[in-house]
């Protein structure tokens, strides 16, 4: 199975537009988690660290990186709390600019799940020209690649059950932004890139508790498709006009955290609690095509973290620390394997990266495991910053050689010096 032949189009024309070097979004270019750069597989406070930054706040949101700048978001506590958008030039971690966005809104209360993750859990994006961030109930925002406000949109200030908090990372399709809106409204909105007005907004009761990020797949010869997975179902939806194209069963009940994988002409979507699993469906098709279109469904799942699909196999570790490798041909275990060295409580939220010929994932508070595609599992390396045991909750962004990891304390540039 060869991604790289197939990948969509989209993801053509945004690593066109914001160059090669880039990391312009949740998991990279389309989402696919994987770079061709090398990077140190080992690395330390004295070994392979080429430059560390303090953060004024806390948050689960993964870097970007466009053009010389490395871009975060972070949840500033205090008397006057607030969020803040930061840019830092990449090659050397000074900072660029940081614009301030002011919490005048009732947020949710700081308990349950939101101990876990923070208020600032939503990955930017950017097309080259621009930065979109997504604050939750503090809306989006377009911000110049200066530092300058373009524009904001309020998506809503409501809650879900569970009052979990917002997750979901924004994407961009032609001339808008997309935005998966389900805890503050139960709604998937499109706003015009260059403005910020809605171009359209399709709200569905069922999108509660969906904290996944929506892919953009396009087909040769066929329409685009903008597919995502909520309780119970899996959608496909028209990105220009957010009218639902088909739909299918899917074993996932609950909640639904990770976002869904893309492969060719197969989407991949996991998560789920209590009940969870893993299903495999052929794009295209029409209405519920849950018998003709849907592959396999298996009980094998990933709570938080969304696989990476590499070579007709998928790899995560799941929040309990369990190293999985299943089959994408019809979802079955390769293996299944015990992760030694990890603190206790939920080990791992974010998602695996391949990098050059390793799997790369970020643990919390137990460092970053590199470890090879194979048929079981090997750690090459566990490498921890000694003097910071906040939790590591975002995947990494990889640019030119160069590895960026962020906590909730700083941001890590880690390459070979």
């Not at 871009?71 to 840019?87: D, L, M």
């Not at 830092?88 to 009732?106: L, P």
């Not at 009052?163 to 001339?175: D, I, K, P, R, T």
């Not at 909105?189 to 929506?214: C, F, H, N, S, V």
């Amino acid at each position: 199975m060869q991604i790289c032949s197939l990948l969509t189009v989209v993801t053509w024309v945004l690593t066109a537009s914001v160059g090669n070097a880039a990391w312009p979004e949740f998991l990279g270019p389309g989402g696919q988690a994987r770079s061709s750069d090398t990077v140190p597989t080992t690395w330390s406070e004295t070994e392979n660290l080429l430059w560390k930054v303090g953060l004024p706040g806390s948050g689960s949101s993964s870097p970007i990186v466009v053009g010389d700048q490395v871009i975060v978001t972070c949840y500033v506590s205090g008397s006057e709390a607030k969020r803040q958008v930061i840019s830092f030039d990449k090659t050397n971690g000074q900072q660029n600019w940081a614009v301030d966005f002011s919490i005048d809104y009732r947020e949710d209360r700081y308990q349950g799940y939101i101990t876990e993750h923070g208020y600032a859990s939503n990955t930017p994006v950017t097309d080259g020209e621009n930065v979109y961030v997504f604050l939750g109930k503090g809306g989006v925002h377009s911000i110049s690649l200066d530092g300058k406000k373009n524009w904001s949109f309020d998506v809503g200030k409501g809650s879900s059950n569970r009052q979990w908090g917002s997750a979901s990372s924004l994407v961009l399709f032609e001339n808008s932004v997309i935005v998966n809106a389900a805890e503050e409204s139960r709604a998937i909105i499109a706003l015009d890139k260059a403005t910020g007005k809605q171009i359209w907004r399709q709200d569905a009761d069922m999108l509660e508790l969906t904290y996944g990020t929506p892919r953009i797949v396009t087909l040769p010869n066929s329409e685009p498709e903008l597919v995502i997975s909520v309780p119970g179902e899996i959608w496909s939806m028209n990105p220009r006009t957010g009218k639902l194209r088909w739909y299918c069963e899917s074993p996932m009940t609950g909640n639904v955290t990770p976002s869904v994988i893309v492969d060719g002409d197969t989407v991949y979507s996991f998560g789920g609690y209590r009940a969870s699993g893993s299903i495999a469906v052929k794009l295209g098709g029409k209405d519920d095509v849950t018998d003709s279109h849907v592959q396999w469904t298996n009980r094998s799942s990933s709570y938080v973290a969304t696989p990476l699909l590499q070579e007709g196999r998928l790899y995560w570790i799941d929040d309990r620390g369990i190293a999985y490798c299943t089959s994408a041909k019809d979802g079955e275990v390769i293996y299944k394997s015990r992760v030694d060295n990890l603190e206790s409580g939920r080990p791992v939220y974010a998602s695996p990266v391949l990098i050059g010929k390793n799997i790369y994932v970020v643990t919390r508070r137990s460092g970053t495991i590199v470890y090879a595609p194979s048929d079981e599992f090997k750690p090459v390396s566990q490498n921890k910053f000694a003097g910071d045991d906040t939790d590591f909750n975002a995947s990494p962004a990889v640019s030119e050689g160069k590895l960026y990891l962020r906590s909730n304390q700083s941001l890590y540039c880690v390459g070979t010096p």
